[in-house]
Nanobody, 121 residues
Framework: QVQLVESGGGLVQAGGSLRLSCAAS????????MGWYRQAPGKQRELVAA???????NYADSVKGRFSISRDNANLIMYLQMNSLKPEDTAVYYC???????????????WGQGTQVTVSS
């Protein structure tokens, strides 16, 4: 059973910073791509940032230069450092893992439960 658990969300004023963490657990052999998505009320879920096992990164245009994604492959943890936060960054942030190889199970994708980030103006 693979679990992704997010932490680090909260309430912050505009211009502030937060760091989100996503810890993966289970009989995991490898994870191809990990990413952060977000969903604001009334909007579709969107990709914020993604990182491959080799460290290649991809960011949404709206967060480039402000957010930074990283991962610790040995400990199966992913981070999202969010700086210069804006009210429009307010959303539930979800951790995602794609191409997860586990013991005695097919490769699959997984989602976390989400963590709320609220940026006040």
């Amino acid at each position: 059973q693979v679990q992704l658990v997010e932490s680090g969300g909260g309430l912050v004023q505009a211009g502030g910073s937060l760091r989100l963490s996503c810890a993966a657990s289970g009989s995991i052999l490898s994870i191809n791509v990990m990413g952060w998505y977000r969903q604001a009320p009334g909007k579709q879920r969107e990709l914020v940032a993604a990182i491959t096992s080799g460290g290649s990164t991809n960011y949404a245009d709206s967060v480039k230069g402000r957010f930074s994604i990283s991962r610790d492959n040995a400990n199966l943890i992913m981070y999202l450092q969010m700086n210069s936060l804006k009210p429009e960054d307010t959303a539930v942030y979800y951790c995602a893992a794609a191409g997860v190889e586990v013991v005695d199970a097919p490769i699959d994708d997984y989602w976390g439960q989400g963590t709320q980030v609220t940026v006040s103006s």
